[in-house]
Nanobody
Framework: QVQLVESGGGLVQAGDSLRLSCTAS???????????MGWFRQAPGKEREFLAR????????YYVDSIKGRFTISRDDAKYTVYLQMNKLKPEDTAVYYC????????????WGQGTQVTVSS
C-alpha cells in the first residue's frame, strides 16, 4: 500500500511561486501502484479539481488548460517524489492541494495524500 505525503504549501502573494512535493512510501513500494501520479486541488465550497498528471515510467505529462504554462509537474524516481512547480500564483489558486496515485491498469486515482494548503493573497 502506498502512502503519500505532501509538503510545500504556504501563504504567498500574488505573482509568487511555490513548489509542492509529494513523497510516496510504503513497506513494499511498487511503481505499478503509482503508474500515474497526479495533482488535484479543492477550493472552499468547490469540488476537487484535477490539475495535472505524470506517468511514472516515462515522465510524460498532461495538464488541464487552466494551468498550462504556469504549473509544471515532474517526478524524481530515485526519491519516489512528485513535484508541482507553481508560478505566477493568483488568489484563485488558493486551495488545498492533493497528490494522488493511480495503479497500473486502472482509470481512477485511488490513493491520496492528506493535502497541503496553498493561500495566495492579493
Amino acid at each position: 500500500q502506498v502512502q503519500l505525503v505532501e509538503s510545500g504549501g504556504g501563504l504567498v502573494q500574488a505573482g509568487d511561486s511555490l513548489r509542492l512535493s509529494c513523497t510516496a512510501s510504503g513497506r513494499t513500494l511498487r511503481t505499478v501502484d503509482m503508474a500515474y501520479m497526479g495533482w488535484f486541488r479543492q477550493a472552499p465550497g468547490k469540488e476537487r479539481e484535477f490539475l495535472a498528471r505524470v506517468r511514472w515510467d516515462d515522465a510524460i505529462t498532461y495538464y488541464v488548460d487552466s494551468i498550462k504554462g504556469r504549473f509544471t509537474i515532474s517526478r524524481d524516481d530515485a526519491k519516489y517524489t512528485v513535484y508541482l512547480q507553481m508560478n505566477k500564483l493568483k488568489p484563485e489558486d488558493t486551495a488545498v492541494y492533493y497528490c494522488a496515485a493511480r495503479r497500473e491498469g486502472t482509470s481512477t486515482f485511488n490513493t491520496w495524500g492528506q493535502g497541503t494548503q496553498v493561500t495566495v493573497s492579493s
